[in-house]
T-cell receptor, first 114, second 116 residues
Framework: QQQVKQSPQSLIVQKGGISIINCAYE??????FPWYQQFPGKGPALLIA?????SEKKEGRFTISFNKSAKQFSLHIMDSQPGDSATYFC?????????????FGTGTLLAVQP | DTAVSQTPKYLVTQMGNDKSIKCEQN?????MYWYKQDSKKFLKIMFS???????INETVPNRFSPKSPDKAHLNLHINSLELGDSAVYFC???????????????FGPGTRLLVL
């Protein structure tokens, strides 16, 4: 079963607009929620992350909103730019032995039109 | 000075062959991972190693055998390749600690495997 559900599958936004991607999880043992950005032909790279003890984290134009009771979190990209066009993955993680086990959402392909 | 590097970048091979993908990280991390990204871009963990010890093995067919000769290297050997093995394989590393909590996973550039 898909432990981390992500929507929408694809998103088209005008330059300067707000991009919103939503994720939901089931496992309450998850204790770390990162977002990764992936450009074509490249590996995913960490964009921003949040722990469940805070409800919001902002870094520049990127904000994570976290609702622990609803087991949902979302990424907001303010003032979206064409350079933000990429695939975005939410993820949830739990500490597993001596490593952390990341479960990824299905990804959202974002296209920002100039 | 690439942090996580993989070779080869592209791999085209016939069904039934055996192939290896190599991964090296120069970040001094203790933990390394292999992920598989399928044609729909779904990213799934396959294995993780911590200090050369296998920690996570996600119900991967035993045709896939990871090997960690040292903390900086994690190789993936695949026997008897099948059409369904065609995907992009990513190596990643992180420095995890129960006291510091979750740390960033740094991904390599990927190896694009095509099985014909």
């Amino acid at each position: 079963q898909q432990q981390v559900k992500q929507s929408p599958q694809s998103l088209i936004v005008q330059k300067g607009g707000i991009s919103i991607i939503n994720c939901a999880y089931e496992n309450t043992a998850f204790d770390y929620f990162p977002w990764y950005q992936q450009f074509p032909g490249k590996g995913p790279a960490l964009l921003i992350a949040i722990r469940p003890d805070v409800s919001e984290k902002k870094e520049g134009r990127f904000t994570i909103s976290f609702n622990k009771s609803a087991k949902q979190f979302s990424l907001h990209i303010m003032d979206s730019q064409p350079g933000d066009s990429a695939t975005y993955f939410c993820a949830a993680s739990e500490f597993w032995g001596a490593t952390n086990k990341l479960i990824f959402g299905t990804g959202t392909l974002l296209a920002v039109q100039p | 000075d690439t942090a996580v590097s993989q070779t080869p970048k592209y791999l085209v091979t016939q069904m039934g062959n055996d192939k290896s993908i190599k991964c090296e990280q120069n970040l001094g991390h203790d933990t390394m991972y292999w992920y598989k990204q399928d044609s729909k871009k779904f990213l799934k963990i396959m294995f993780s190693y911590n200090n050369k010890e296998l920690i996570i093995n996600e119900t991967v067919p035993n045709r896939f055998s990871p090997k960690s000769p040292d903390k900086a290297h994690l190789n993936l050997h695949i026997n008897s390749l099948e059409l369904g093995d065609s995907a992009v394989y990513f190596c990643a590393s992180s420095q995890d600690s129960p006291t510091s909590g979750q740390e960033t996973q740094y991904f390599g550039p990927g190896t694009r495997l095509l099985v014909l």
